[in-house]
């Protein structure tokens, strides 16, 4: 007892390190996320709908085959349009995966039941070797 009372300091700064270790895995097991392997499969097995919701300067620059593009600032609005199947497995893109996580709370905010995002994003998806369009 007298140990933890003399090393309280150590003791918390090991259990918070250790919180910090554990935290991605926490995070992952809670999150929508696909990667690459199983995006392509949605893509080719359920007919997933591809939507980038980068900038337009981001998705002239590259994007996956056969997305379409909706900036995030115009998902709300112009989503329903262009994926109009809400039942449909739809996968959001954006170049690193963190504005996508954003866009998959707006896709289940409108309906979407099975809004994911591409893990990691187009880099991602480039680091895979998979083939990237330029507009």
């Not at 250790?18 to 926490?26: A, E, N």
């Not at 097995?45 to 994007?63: L, M, Q, S």
């Not at 909706?70 to 170049?95: F, G, H, M, Q, T």
């Not at 707006?106 to 998979?130: C, H």
Request: aromatic share 6%.
């Amino acid at each position: 007892m007298q140990f933890i009372l003399d090393n309280w300091m150590l003791i918390s700064v090991a259990l918070a390190s250790g919180f910090l270790l554990f935290l991605p895995i926490i995070q992952g097991a809670s999150s929508s996320g696909l990667t690459v392997i199983e995006t392509v499969q949605k893509i080719n097995r359920e007919k997933a709908v591809v939507i980038d919701v980068c900038t337009d300067a981001e998705f002239n620059a590259g994007h996956v085959p056969g997305a379409k593009h909706i900036p995030l600032s115009e998902l709300n609005d112009r989503l329903p349009v262009v994926a109009r199947d809400k039942n449909l497995p739809l996968i959001l893109v954006c170049a690193s995966g963190m504005r996508s996580r954003s866009a998959v709370a707006v896709a289940k905010k409108l309906g979407y039941t099975q809004a994911l995002s591409l893990t990691g994003g187009l880099k991602a998806w480039r680091e895979a070797s998979q083939p990237v369009l330029k507009s």
